[in-house]
């Protein structure tokens, strides 16, 4: 643990498994405050429910940033809170997304580890095309330092089929874009029907 660190937890709700401190990979991160064992969950993403176009007002108004929001349905969307707006993407996440907006872990992860997911995996195929968010153009620079680091970020069907496989296989892809994928890329779901009938 870095000793300059700026902790925040104070901020943070009670009997959460993370804190917010300065982060290696971007600004502020959330940090492991105790030992997560794979698959449990880590943290439920909450913040003011939105819909698109009242994001997009606020976008506009400068009071929020495209990358800030977690899309949760077609048309629904949080502008999250703290800490759930803290929790920086990598392209080799120890964290991952399912239900709603259920942060959860991929692995084991230690105290003091920054936990992470892929943004990619939250970020759904555009349905209306006057709105900024939710857009098939978003796309979010990367210098997450893994090997793996795919240098931009985009929506969810940007991921390599590989990558997408696995996180289908594992349960991290929230439920409107499981549905989404389900109509886009039916084979992905169908490989995991047959893996799991073996
Ligand atoms: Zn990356």
Redesign the pocket.
């Known amino acids: 643990m870095e000793t300059d660190s700026t902790i925040i937890s104070a901020e943070t709700p009670k009997g959460t498994q993370v804190e917010v401190r300065e982060s290696g990979v971007a600004g502020k991160g959330c940090f492991a405050t105790k030992p997560i064992k794979e698959g449990e969950t880590i943290h439920i993403l909450r913040g003011e429910l939105l819909t698109g176009p009242e994001i997009d007002q606020r976008i506009i108004a400068g009071e929020e940033r495209p990358d800030d929001e977690l899309q949760i349905g077609e048309n629904l969307f949080f502008a999250l809170d703290n800490p759930s707006y803290f929790f920086n993407?990598?392209?080799?996440p120890n964290g991952g997304i399912r239900g709603a907006s259920e942060l959860f872990a991929l692995r084991d992860i230690e105290e003091g580890e920054e936990i992470t997911y892929d943004y990619a995996t939250t970020v759904g195929v555009k349905r209306d095309p006057s709105w900024l968010l939710g857009n098939n153009d978003w796309i979010m620079m990367?210098?997450?330092?893994?090997e793996?680091?795919?240098?931009e970020?985009k929506p969810v069907t940007s991921i390599p089929e590989k990558t997408l496989d696995r996180y289908i296989q594992r349960g991290a892809i929230p439920a409107f874009i499981r549905q989404q994928l389900s109509q886009i890329t039916p084979w992905l779901f169908e490989t995991q029907q047959n893996s799991l009938a073996l």
């Open positions: 993407h990598s392209c080799e990367c210098r997450c330092g893994s793996k680091c795919r240098g970020i």
